[in-house]
């Protein structure tokens, strides 16, 4: 199976990008975790990015926060799907990074999910690789149905409350 290569600007998403993690382990997808910044450590965020395909990665996601460059830059250097998760990291409450990260130019592709988003970013993740993988299409068609029957007992608990 491919990996998902999972890499934050900084330690300090951690908190955030634990929950891909999480995520990324409950579908059995293995995870290469780095900390690497667009600003900070340039060089290399480009050197992983221009070998994550050869070196057999499926999907990257890119957690930053505040002028957040980490999922573009990334972009810039593969052709494969990049994902980011826009961190809410300053004073801005995580506009400024939800803005730097979706705002990418035609050609450059980021997939920029909900600020800390970060259980939608490994979803996605999985549903790519699940593109080319039978038993992960339906491992996702499970979990879904799961997530369904807890929302129809919910209903039922709530209407048999209310509405007798
Ligand atoms: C971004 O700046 C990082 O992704 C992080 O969200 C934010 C703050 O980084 P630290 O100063 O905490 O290392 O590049």
Redesign the pocket.
Known sequence: MKKVAVI??????LPVVEKAITTLKEYGVPAEVHVF?A?RTPEQAREFALNARKNGFGAIIC????A?H?AGAFAANTTLPVIGIP?K??TLDGLD?LLSTVQMPAGIPVATVAIDGAVNAALLAVQILSVSDEALADRLQQARTAATEAVLKKDAAVADKYNS
């Open positions: 934050m600007g900084s330690d300090s998403d910044s600003h957690a930053a926060g505040k957040a980490l961190v990291s300053s990074a």
